[in-house]
């Protein structure tokens, strides 16, 4: 009885398995491949900063210096803003330091100022002119850069003798550290760090290696002495070659001087200057003053000291009468091209030591009026006329040892005043007249004429500072 009651409640249990409202089991899943890798998406707020909103990045390195590492901080997010790739920012900056060398010429105030005839007479010898004679050719494609530009071959010529002694000297200083040196230094950082962009856009484009961008302390490459922003808007290919290689080819290098000069307005076919004469009883005080035509300043009585009349070009064009040693040594008037030269260096001294120099290449003789014996000033002799000017009345300007423009003015008005002849030329003489008519134990000089100040007429305006040459680095002024 019991083994039948077991034997129904197994099969009412094996029906009950079969039974159809029973839940039949759940399938199994075929195994899938895992979804593709999500791809990152960046959010347009977190997006790199578009290159105006990039504020100070730590440089590569560190120099140690403080200065010179929160400046480089700071500047590099300039550059980036500027458009240097981040690549040549990291590779030209990594392991930058100051160079001291730059730092203490560029504040260096020289003791004694050269004369402007030591200069000049240094700069044009028998021996540069020879070689400029025998280089004009040797650079076969100078007639065609003469013609291109219209700027006379001797001219640029003049030129590079002057900026690298005709390509031997142009300079070991690495041209990204002088230029980060002085705009870490502060007093001409504006300039600088434009600068420096120029040089790393230089080689961010291939035109150059750092290896090539050798020049001046402050900054002046090639064999004709470029700035970096300069060769960049200026420099050409004189060679034919399809490079502008300012350092190794001087077709390049001067035909990039003559490109600079005839985009500061060189005037084709006229002088630069030229060396003149004046009667005994001139009037010095016109010096530095007005710009005439060469037919007015004949009518003053000043004429060419070759004796030859004036070109129907020259006479087209003002010019004006400079007295660079004094009443006592050579006077020139100076044309249009003679400011054009400027351009690439603003000196005086500079000008008249290219244009010479050109004269003498091309032919021309020494002088007529050779240049006087001139004793150097010293700083403290050059600050104590200025100060003595201002305390007279007569406004040289701020006071610092340097003998521009302001200076010279301001001195013949004094000279005037005084009846002395009023050709702003301070001599060591001059000096001590100027220190005992400041101190009031002066029996030397006449009473000033009446009025007492005489407002001296007014000075051209500054020529902006060199295109190819720093202007730190110009010759006396």
């Known amino acids: 009885m019991r083994l039948r009651h077991l034997s129904l409640i197994l099969l009412a249990l094996v029906a009950a398995c079969a039974s159809p409202t029973a839940k039949p089991p759940l399938p199994t899943r075929l195994p899938t491949a895992p979804p593709p890798a999500r791809q990152p998406v960046t959010p347009p707020e977190a997006a790199p900063p578009a290159p105006s909103q990039v504020g100070p990045i730590a440089p590569p390195a560190v120099s140690g210096d403080m200065v010179f590492d929160a400046w480089a901080s700071s500047f590099y997010g300039k550059a980036l803003k500027a458009g240097i790739p981040r690549e040549v920012l990291d590779r030209e900056m990594a392991g930058l330091t100051p160079d001291p060398r730059v730092t203490a010429r560029d504040s260096r105030q020289p003791e004694f100022s050269q004369p402007i005839s030591?200069?000049?007479?240094?700069?044009?010898?028998?021996?540069?002119?020879?070689?400029?004679?025998?280089?004009?050719?040797?650079?076969?494609?100078?007639?065609?850069?003469e013609q291109r530009f219209g700027v006379p071959?001797?001219?640029?010529?003049?030129?590079?003798?002057?900026?690298?002694?005709?390509?031997?000297?142009?300079?070991?200083?690495?041209?990204?550290?002088?230029?980060?040196?002085?705009?870490?230094?502060?007093?001409?950082?504006?300039?600088?760090?434009?600068?420096?962009?120029?040089?790393?856009?230089?080689?961010?484009?291939?035109q150059a290696t750092r290896e090539?961008?050798?020049?001046?302390?402050?900054?002046?490459?090639?064999?004709?002495?470029?700035?970096?922003?300069?060769?960049?808007?200026?420099?050409?290919?004189?060679?034919?070659?399809?490079?502008?290689?300012?350092?190794?080819?001087?077709?390049?290098?001067?035909?990039s001087a003559a490109n600079l000069l005839a985009k500061g307005g060189w005037h084709r076919g006229e002088s630069w200057a030229r060396e003149v004469t004046v009667p005994a009883d001139f009037d010095f005080s016109l010096t530095e003053g007005p710009k005439l035509s060469p037919d007015a300043w004949t009518a003053l009585g000043v004429l060419r000291a070759d004796g030859l009349p004036w070109t129907?070009?020259?006479?087209?064009?003002?010019?004006?009468?400079?007295?660079?040693?004094?009443?006592?040594g050579?006077?020139?008037?100076?044309?249009?091209?003679?400011?054009?030269?400027?351009?690439?260096?603003?000196?005086?001294?500079?000008?008249?030591?290219?244009?010479?120099?050109?004269?003498?290449?091309?032919?021309?003789?020494?002088?007529?009026t050779p240049w006087p014996a001139e004793t150097p000033l010293s700083l403290a002799d050059r600050m104590t006329a200025q100060r003595a000017l201002l305390a007279l009345g007569f406004s040289p300007g701020t006071p610092d040892g340097i003998v521009g423009v302001g200076t010279r003015t301001a001195l013949r008005a004094f000279q005037k005043a005084h009846g002395l002849t009023p050709d702003g030329y301070l001599s060591p003489g001059m000096v001590q007249q100027l220190k005992l008519a400041a101190?009031?134990?002066?029996?030397?000089?006449?009473?000033?004429a009446a009025p007492a100040f005489e407002p001296p007429a007014a000075a051209p305006a500054p020529l902006p500072a060199s295109a190819a040459t720093a202007a730190a680095e110009a010759p006396p002024t």
């Not at 980060?180 to 600088?192: E, H, I, K, N, T």
């Not at 020049?215 to 064999?223: D, E, K, R, Y």
């Not at 101190?439 to 000033?448: F, H, M, Q």
Request: no cysteine; aromatic share 8%; net charge negative.
């Open 118 to 145: 030591t200069y000049v007479k240094g700069a044009v010898t028998p021996g540069a002119a020879s070689t400029g004679e025998h280089e004009r050719v040797e650079v076969p494609q100078l007639p065609d850069i």
């Open 153 to 206: 071959r001797e001219i640029l010529i003049a030129i590079w003798a002057r900026e690298s002694a005709f390509g031997a000297i142009q300079g070991d200083f690495d041209v990204i550290r002088s230029m980060a040196s002085l705009a870490a230094q502060g007093r001409r950082r504006d300039w600088a760090e434009g600068e420096l962009i120029a040089a790393l856009r230089i080689i961010a484009t291939g």
């Open 212 to 255: 090539q961008l050798r020049g001046s302390w402050a900054g002046a490459m090639g064999q004709t002495q470029f700035i970096p922003s300069a060769y960049l808007s200026t420099a050409v290919d004189g060679d034919g070659d399809g490079r502008r290689d300012i350092w190794n080819s001087p077709a390049d290098a001067l035909a």
């Open 312 to 328: 129907d070009n020259d006479k087209a064009v003002e010019a004006q009468l400079i007295a660079p040693a004094g009443a006592q």
């Open 330 to 368: 050579p006077l020139f008037l100076l044309f249009p091209n003679h400011f054009v030269i400027r351009k690439y260096n603003n000196s005086v001294a500079y000008a008249l030591a290219v244009g010479l120099l050109a004269d003498r290449i091309a032919g021309a003789g020494p002088l007529v």
């Open 439 to 448: 101190g009031g134990g002066d029996s030397a000089l006449p009473p000033p």
